[in-house]
């Protein structure tokens, strides 16, 4: 049986690539040997975001970011100069961890084995028994090692090589066209959550890239509010395809109206449920009844806008069946009870949200790893999913 008439159709304003139309393989969700090819050609070639500056805002102050895919622990770190750096987090001498706590301030990073002691701009500053090294040891030559970083209206991204192919501007593209007018530096982070689920991160990653799910797996917190008579499938409004990454808008039930919390709330500030107001940065193709926009950062990067608000998501591969996912949620900087009352609401209605995206992630893992299935089968309302793995499968081909 082949389709029938769509009874909402969505927008595609940038080129759609050649990706196929066909079910998409179960191994790549599953298999250890893809996520060691993912590692080496994927995550040690792409810019990965690790940050917002002013989680490091002050001289002195350091953040330790762990990225279990790479196998690093590095240390962000603010100069005195106030330069943003990043280095790994290894003593030259002997390999030990120089930062053992996971964020402070600090003149600098004293090893806890032999004393050795680094400026914050990474400099060797004391190398304790000097006199005993062999001769033509060079102490300018053993500062922290750095890595590679570069910052985009706020965002810290780091790069596993030390000269990329690309810089972060170029590697963002049209996705940072699109985002550059959204004032993030207006937004306070007012939440964050993390989980450690056992499925493969395209698994996870793949969860918040549509918004077909929406009807069932968000029918307590979120009632009809994604799919209505017009639109009974959730399809997006449109799609923006921005090289590896995609920009996918969520359409809104214009006759959704939220609990009576939610439309008290609203009245003092945006939520999430609530705000539909035009705000720069967002709904790009200015489509109807319009709710956010998901925006995909490839590999493994999201930031979901709104009016007045803004959510991150990063998926972190641990292995072929573990992920480590974090979300940071923004809000508009409150400027009185009201508004911070609209903050809560938005925090704890998208907690309850993806409290309900996760209870299909593991089974899902569980599942594909019975190997019943060979491939699965995906509607055009997912098209993110099959982008998403179309761009891996050329990455691993290059």
């Known amino acids: 049986m082949g389709a029938t008439e769509q009874p909402f159709i969505t927008k595609y304003p940038t080129a759609v690539p050649v990706m196929g139309d066909g079910p998409l393989p179960v191994a790549p969700y599953i298999s250890r040997e893809f996520f060691e090819r993912e590692r080496e050609k994927v995550?040690?070639?792409a810019w990965l975001e690790v940050a917002r500056a002013e989680d490091i805002p002050n001289p002195g102050d350091y953040r330790v970011v762990d990225i279990e895919v790479l196998g690093w622990s590095l240390i962000l770190t603010r100069g005195e100069d106030g330069q943003l750096r990043a280095f790994h987090n290894i003593c030259t001498h002997r390999g030990n961890k120089v930062a053992q706590h996971k964020s402070g301030n600090a003149r600098g990073f004293t090893c806890g084995f032999h004393g050795w002691v680094f400026g914050n701009d990474g400099e060797l500053k004391h190398m304790a028994?000097?006199?005993y090294f062999p001769p033509g040891t060079d102490r300018c030559k053993l500062g922290l090692k750095p890595v590679t970083l570069d910052t985009w209206n706020g965002f810290v991204f780091i790069h596993p090589q030390t000269e990329p192919a690309q810089g972060l501007r170029d590697f963002l593209g049209g996705m940072a066209d699109q985002l550059d007018p959204f004032p993030f530096d207006r937004c306070t982070r007012i939440a964050r959550y993390e989980a450690t689920p056992r499925a493969n991160w395209k698994v996870v990653l793949d969860a918040f890239q549509e918004a077909f799910h929406a009807i069932?797996?968000?029918?307590?917190?979120?009632?009809?509010s994604a799919a209505a008579a017009p639109n009974p499938s959730a399809a997006l409004t449109s799609v923006r395809f921005h090289g590896p990454h995609r920009s996918l808008s969520a359409w809104a039930n214009p006759d959704y109206r939220?609990?009576?919390?939610?439309?008290?709330?609203?009245k003092y500030g945006p939520t999430f449920a609530t705000a539909k107001d035009q705000f720069p940065g967002i709904n790009p193709n200015r489509d109807e009844n319009w709710w956010f926009d998901i925006n995909v950062v490839f590999p493994?990067?999201?930031c979901d806008t709104g009016p007045g608000w803004y959510f991150t998501y990063n998926f972190w591969p641990i292995s072929e069946n573990r992920t480590r996912w974090t979300m940071?949620?923004?809000?508009l900087k409150a400027e009185h009870a009201g508004g911070l009352l609209a903050q809560e609401h938005t925090k704890i209605l998208l907690r309850?949200?993806?409290l309900e995206d996760f209870s299909t992630l593991e089974a899902t893992q569980q599942m594909m790893e019975t190997g019943v299935l060979k491939h699965i089968t995906i509607s055009e309302l997912e098209i993110a999913l099959r982008h998403q793995m179309h761009i891996i499968n050329q990455w691993l081909a290059a």
């Open 300 to 302: 493994n990067f999201f």
């Open 328 to 331: 940071d949620i923004y809000q």
């Open 258 to 266: 939220p609990p009576e919390v939610g439309m008290i709330v609203g």
């Open 43 to 45: 995550f040690k070639r």
């Open 352 to 354: 309850d949200a993806v």
């Open 216 to 224: 069932m797996v968000h029918r307590a917190s979120l009632p009809q």
């Open 129 to 131: 028994g000097e006199e």
